[in-house]
């Protein structure tokens, strides 16, 4: 039998990486349309802030203020959402960072526990909730570099590879299970946040993502989709299938390509990147 998941008016919905960007977006669009939500960060001043945002217009809102990198952390915000709502039908991992090949190694290691641990421990706390109270959506946060690499950035495409082979696993050992959950990887494409803001690079000249570049209500809407509807994978932006595509079909034509974008944007993006970046915030204050 098809899995059926819930309306978003009827769902307990948690969101790790709920203060920033693409998780901001979802939370508020989310709760236009109903859910009740847990809302998961690191920034206990962020969450206050924007659950007062949210309950302003009626949201109920739940706040846990968590390190993902931390398993203990994110236990934390699974029997929150089971103590205030009894389940949690969809999970969405979102946290993550970035940052470049010149950063410590300490720096690196600290990327891998948030992209790549923040993401496992949130998807097997929401399977053990799911598994006991009927089922749900699980959703993680890839990229189109869980499909390429790209220079100068060298731990970042290899966390999201992992969290590409971790959630494929997840899914096929669910299924064998039969167990009644969905689990989804949605990948975006370059998405209009305060992404470079926020990543360090050890570089002295603000980097600009390459075109084109989304506005982040197009991977929350795909994130709610696949709240509702079971899917394997889910591209944001056209240029992301494209380029899962092409590193398939001609992935050196591809590695020279993604070389000259470097290079033209390194040489004529800054003074663009940061005005484009600082509008950003005012649209989607951290």
């Known amino acids: 039998m098809a899995l059926r998941l819930k309306h978003l008016s009827e769902q307990v919905m948690v969101i790790a990486g709920a203060t920033g960007g693409i998780g901001l977006t979802t939370a508020r669009m989310a709760a236009s ?16 802030q924007m659950a007062a945002e949210l309950r302003r217009h009626g949201t109920v809102v739940l706040t846990v203020t968590a390190d993902v990198a931390k398993q203990a952390d994110v236990a934390r915000i699974g029997m929150a959402a089971i103590e205030r709502f009894g389940r949690v039908d969809t999970w969405i991992n979102h946290a993550g960072t970035s940052m470049s090949a010149r950063v410590s190694p300490e720096d690196k290691q600290r990327l891998f526990q948030t992209n790549f641990w923040g993401v496992v421990h949130g998807s097997l706390e929401a399977v053990r909730h799911m598994k006991m109270r009927g089922g ?22 290899a966390s999201k590879h992992a969290v590409r082979g971790f959630t494929d696993s997840l899914r096929m050992e669910l299924e064998k299970e039969k167990a009644p959950i969905s689990v ?9 946040t305060l992404y470079t803001v926020h990543t360090k690079y050890g ?16 991977v929350a809407e795909a994130i709610l989709y696949a709240a509702r509807h079971p899917r394997r994978e889910v591209f944001a932006g056209g240029a992301v299938k494209l380029m899962s595509l092409g590193g398939f079909h001609l992935p050196r034509l591809l ?32």
């Open 33 to 48: 349309r109903g859910a009740r939500l847990v809302l998961a960060a690191d920034s206990a001043a962020a969450l206050d």
């Open 136 to 157: 749900g959506a699980l959703i993680n946060l890839g990229s189109d570099l869980s499909e390429r690499a790209v220079q100068m950035q060298g731990m970042y495409p």
């Open 184 to 192: 989804t990887l949605v990948k975006p494409a370059a998405i209009d």
């Open 203 to 218: 570089m002295e000249r603000e980097p600009a993502l390459p075109p084109p570049v989304y506005a982040p209500e197009l």
């Open 255 to 286: 590695d020279r390509r993604m070389r000259a974008d470097v290079r033209a944007e390194a040489s004529a993006g800054d003074e663009r990147a940061g005005a484009a970046r600082r509008a950003a915030c005012a649209r989607f204050p951290a």
